[in-house]
């Protein structure tokens, strides 16, 4: 059962994104495809929510989850149910409003599903359900799935089905409906809900760390802002921040922070960098009249202090270039699979978040370069830092440098051009001069296509 549901229920082990697990360590880890518990937590409160709105954009980020493998079958199988219900009328004429007819557009065609093509749709889900978490926890000792099914307490109506719809005819269409409903509340109790007792530091503990870190960032970037502003060098608010001192204690926290919450670090850090993005185009704030520093924190500021950070931590640029990743790869995922329902100006809206992402993207590429990590032909490269010396493998770069290739190829130019950068850092010549002529041959199609236009 904890292979399976990424959790131990008798323990305090947690899945953790991409981190490996050691036999030392007194935690289990898993990958999964979510970028944080957050991105979790928002799929498990708008799968099962009334709102058509939240279930159809919970769906898109499962799809967008089962692109990157990883996906838990239990999560893959509460989206085909929840997905073939949106498709039966009965469900369908049970809601308020036609919001979810309208968002799936062309798809109000469904309804057209023949009862046979339903209860078919239906039956196949179950199916997977029984055989797909059964056969992950029986022992080999029970030769039965009737057995096995039982002890983790799936509904016996579930498993008649799978035997009628396996050896004998097809069940009725009210039959598997009724049981999709069933299917669901046993899905909510075998997974949803203890996966959701069981993430660290959930609810308020969360809430309590996340606000401490985003005080310290912000308390951070504020003495950068008075250490490195003419006009405040001599005013009361240096004499309270900004001095080496302050800056020294809160970097060490922040390093402190890092290093017990790592995802919880990144994902406040990429929540400042995207309001800093969207809030103004401008790269300065003003100063206000009287002496004291806007409260707001512009994207060079934020910038400046990922780089103080980074020099710490250079393991936090490779968090954040990853994250920043699964967002463009999330970004293109809601444009493309809906792009043919959203008006003119969401879409315009989300390509330029896209950008901003990309260039995002490439600024943390050049830092990276900048603290000269060199492979060659080892297969780790070491990096010298202020703490000392840090270890990066070579494998976790060539991860990253297939992913933002695998992006690039709807032919975005600063990813392509992010992705020649982490080429060159491997010191794969061959690699590199690969990579020089497909973006050559990218730059001339796109050429070609502004000219047809």
């Known amino acids: 059962m904890a292979a399976l549901l990424g959790f131990v229920e008798e323990s305090t082990d947690y899945v953790q994104l991409g981190i490996s697990t050691s036999s030392s360590s007194s935690y289990s880890y898993k990958l999964v495809p979510w970028l944080s518990w957050d991105e979790w937590l928002f799929v498990d409160e708008s799968l099962f929510s009334n709102s058509p709105n939240s279930v159809a ?19 893959e199988l509460t989206s085909s149910i929840i997905e073939i219900q949106q498709k039966d ?11 979810l007819d309208n968002c ?25 359900l029984v055989n797909g978490v059964v056969e992950k926890t029986r022992k080999k000792t029970e030769v039965s ?34 049981a999709s409903v069933k299917a669901l509340d046993w899905l909510k109790y075998y997974y949803w809900e203890p996966q959701k007792k069981a993430i660290p530091f959930h609810g308020n503990e969360t809430a309590g760390i996340k606000t401490e870190i985003m005080s310290k960032f912000h308390e951070f970037a504020f003495c950068l802002r008075v250490k490195n502003t003419p006009h405040l060098r001599s ?19 922040l390093v402190g922070l890092y290093s017990a919450f790592s995802s919880e670090v990144v994902s406040v850090l990429l929540e400042f960098l995207l309001k800093a993005i969207n809030s103004s185009d401008s790269s ?35 968090a954040l270039l990853n994250a920043v990743l699964d967002m463009i ?63 990066i493998s070579k494998a976790i770069l060539m991860e ?23 080429a060159q850092l491997t010191g794969d010549n061959y690699l590199l001069g690969k990579l020089n002529k497909l973006s050559s041959l990218v730059s001339s199609n796109s050429d070609v296509t502004e000219e047809g236009c």
């Open 145 to 178: 799935i009737a057995v096995a099914a039982d002890a983790i307490g799936i509904p016996r109506t579930l498993i008649d089905i799978r035997h009628e719809g396996s050896h004998r005819e097809l069940p009725a269409l009210e039959v598997v409906r009724s």
């Open 104 to 128: 799936r557009g062309d798809q109000s065609s469904d309804a057209s599903l023949s009862d046979e093509m339903l209860a078919m749709l239906y039956c196949m889900a179950i199916m997977r």
């Open 284 to 318: 300065e704030l003003p100063v206000n009249t009287q002496n004291s520093p806007s409260l707001q924190i512009s994207l060079n500021e934020w910038k400046l202090v990922i780089t103080k950070f980074s020099n710490k931590e250079p393991e936090l640029l490779l």
């Open 235 to 253: 005013s009361k608010i240096k004499e309270k921040r900004g001095s080496k001192k302050d800056l020294t204690k809160i970097l060490k926290s």
């Open 329 to 391: 790869e999330n970004q293109e995922a809601v444009i493309y699979e809906t792009g043919w329902v959203r008006t003119s100006s969401d879409h315009r809206a989300e390509t330029l978040q896209v950008e901003h992402l990309s260039s995002l993207f490439k600024w943390l590429v050049k830092k990276f370069e900048g603290l000269k990590p060199h492979f060659e032909k080892d297969s780790v490269a070491e990096i010298k830092v202020s703490s000392g010396e840090k270890t």
């Open 400 to 422: 990253l440098l297939r992913k933002c290739l695998v992006l690039s190829a709807s032919a975005n130019n600063q990813l392509m051009d992010s992705a020649i950068d982490l």
């Open 57 to 75: 954009s919970a769906l898109r980020r499962i799809s967008a989850w089962r692109s990157r493998g990883c996906l838990p079958v239990v999560v």
């Open 89 to 99: 009328p009965h469900f369908r004429k049970d809601q308020s409003n036609n919001a």
